[in-house]
């Protein structure tokens, strides 16, 4: 594994082409475990460990997964972080799963492993339910998603992203993932946070995000992340105007207070209980 393979595995993480936390972490790994194959936790290791952890200003999954494997120092801790990736966003789906009443309508936002997991568990348990999925723009993640209800058999409406405040009053929960967990509140994909202001609107809908531990930032590592307005529709012919600033944040945070469950592979986490999470560090 050289160190051009890293730049195209940092390369493709920055450029959407690996999306997703916990795959992020997952592809980070495989490549890592080739140069600790080849020669160990060597230099060339480190290097390839700090490129892969700063990919992404919000990669808090990588970041506390490849820490954890360096603190180790041991090939076979690889393998046992892609096993817990793997399996703890089962087991938060699950439990997300048993906590959501029969004939629910669910609003969903971007694209979450926990929250994919979650709604093949409900599928497993002949739960019926009907997902509301928005497009989540500039890249519209929000089709993955809605393929994946559909190939599931799931009931799906699709909307616009600016639809979603007119479609809250249907849902009894929201469904969202998560990408950083902080002191503050929750980072995640752009649009979030609206979201959680529309359903605190509604005192019958529900605000939940899942997640697994991999993504509380325990260093304060993430950032909001500023994506390039190429990602923009017409960005081309706005950028011929004079004085006109085009601006694409990719995440924002949603406060504590806007939020009615964190759900984990431990369960739904009291505020008290992520505080003190908080102040240790990712182990598995």
Known sequence: MSMPDVDETVRKIK????????TIARESLTVLSKI???EGFSDRFNKAAEKLKNARPT???AHNCIDFVKRRGEIEAIDATIDYLNTAKDDAGR????????????????HSSAVISAFE?????DRNFRVIVTETEPKLQGVKTAKELHDMGVPVNYIVDAAAGLYMWAADYV???VDSIKPSGVLNKIGTYLLSLAAAEDDETEFWFLATKDKFDYDNFSTLEERS??????????????????????????PWSKID???TEDGAMKKHEIMEELKGRFTI
């Open 95 to 110: 439990i997300a799963a048993d906590m959501v009443e029969d004939e629910s309508i669910i609003l969903t936002h971007c």
């Open 36 to 38: 600790v194959e080849e």
């Open 175 to 177: 469904f969202v993932g």
């Open 261 to 263: 469950k964190l759900i």
């Open 59 to 61: 990669g808090v999954s």
């Open 121 to 125: 568990k409900m599928m497993d348990l």
């Open 15 to 22: 450029d959407l082409e690996i999306q997703g936390a916990q």
């Open 229 to 254: 307005p190429d990602e923009i529709q017409e960005h081309e012919h706005l950028e011929k105007k004079h004085e006109l600033v085009l601006e694409n944040p990719a995440f924002d945070i949603t």
